[in-house]
């Protein structure tokens, strides 16, 4: 049981890490783009700070992988606390990305009104999706692992 908790915690970890790294090249590219698309200056705006955020996020579940990464090497950390930690971090990223979904909904309803508006809608709303997906894919692993947990421990 020790050797599948094992491969369902690197496989957990791995999906943090890919999330996390599809959030940053995401964010990346939302930065880049959107001060020159056309759109109101409030939603360039949202948009900015929000992707911003976004790379934060990124960032700091990357950091908090690596220091967990260095504890359960050093047996430091067990695959309880690790779960625990990983679901903060699914949670971390799931929050800063529904944030851009109000920003969605405001891009959304200026395309409706002006179709210039259009291009930075499908921006910010393909990456959302391609976040979502990474996350989704995270959660997943993230419980997948708990779910083993408990057998793990009564054996």
């Given at each position: 049981?020790?050797r599948s908790?094992?491969?369902?915690?690197?496989?957990?970890?791995?999906?943090?890490r890919?999330?996390?790294?599809?959030m940053?090249?995401q964010?990346?590219?939302?930065?880049?783009?959107m001060?020159t698309?056309?759109?109101?200056?409030g939603?360039?705006?949202?948009?900015l700070?929000?992707?911003?955020g976004?790379?934060?996020?990124?960032?700091?579940?990357?950091?908090e992988?690596?220091?967990?990464?260095t504890?359960?090497?050093?047996?430091?950390?067990?695959?309880?606390s690790?779960v625990?930690r990983?679901?903060?971090m699914?949670?971390?990223?799931?929050?800063?990305?529904a944030?851009?979904?109000d920003?969605?909904?405001?891009?959304?309803?200026?395309a409706?009104?002006d179709?210039?508006?259009e291009?930075?809608?499908?921006?910010?709303?393909?990456?959302?999706a391609?976040?979502?997906?990474?996350i989704?894919?995270?959660k997943?692993a993230?419980?997948?692992l708990?779910?083993?947990?408990p057998?793990?421990?009564?054996?």
């Amino acid at each position: 049981m020790a050797r599948s908790s094992n491969t369902l915690l690197r496989a957990a970890m791995t999906a943090v890490r890919d999330c996390a790294d599809t959030m940053e090249t995401q964010a990346a590219s939302l930065l880049e783009a959107m001060p020159t698309l056309p759109m109101h200056e409030g939603s360039r705006a949202s948009a900015l700070e929000l992707s911003a955020g976004l790379k934060d996020a990124a960032s700091r579940v990357m950091f908090e992988l690596a220091l967990l990464e260095t504890e359960l090497g050093e047996g430091k950390a067990e695959t309880a606390s690790a779960v625990q930690r990983l679901a903060g971090m699914d949670a971390l990223m799931m929050g800063a990305v529904a944030a851009m979904a109000d920003v969605a909904d405001e891009l959304e309803k200026a395309a409706e009104r002006d179709e210039t508006h259009e291009q930075s809608f499908v921006l910010v709303i393909e990456a959302t999706a391609a976040m979502l997906q990474g996350i989704e894919k995270a959660k997943a692993a993230t419980q997948a692992l708990d779910a083993t947990e408990p057998a793990a421990v009564n054996t």
